[in-house]
């Protein structure tokens, strides 16, 4: 679809937002309902704000939630649900993380660059991809709205 989008020169960003869009639809249209443990959330190293000296990549429960940064907020979700997340710094160990969480549902937060290699890299696990925003450009202190982020989460617990 890339290779369509570059010959007619179409923002390839354009594409994979209606990839990432199709796909969204058609997790939802399977109406995946698993329990919480079986959900991995999927985040960027970049959603921890950039100054932090906690690395969570490793361990997220490295976290002091002092709430500078979308990660304590992500992290009452998942006391509230039981559902897994992890941070990862890259293609290689999101899918190391897949592999060895064995989920049977992804909730992912990325760019369109990773989500759509992400979704496609998980097949057949289902994922459902939400785009993060790059207030100070791209890889550094990105958000993701936590409204929409619960709301997802709801939708694939029991």
Do not use: W
């Not at 304590?72 to 160990?93: C, E, N, P, Q």
């Amino acid at each position: 679809m890339e290779l369509f989008a570059y010959s007619f020169r179409i923002d390839k960003n354009i594409v994979r937002h209606c990839f990432i869009k199709i796909n969204n639809d058609l997790v939802i249209a399977k109406h995946i309902k698993v329990t919480p443990s079986s959900i991995l959330l999927l985040l960027p190293h970049c959603i921890q704000l950039s100054v932090c000296n906690y690395r969570l990549s490793h361990n997220i429960d490295n976290c002091h939630r002092c709430g500078k940064c979308p990660i304590a907020r992500i992290l009452s979700f998942r006391d509230i649900y039981g559902f897994k997340v992890a941070v990862a710094s890259g293609g290689t160990i999101a899918r190391n993380i897949v592999s060895v969480t064995h989920p049977q549902c992804i909730i992912a937060v990325a760019c369109e660059r990773d989500l759509t290699s992400g979704i496609q890299d998980c097949f057949p696990i289902p994922v459902f991809g939400i785009l993060n925003s790059r207030p100070k450009g791209p890889c550094i202190d990105t958000l993701v709205s936590l409204s929409y982020l619960e709301s997802v989460i709801k939708l694939f617990c029991n």
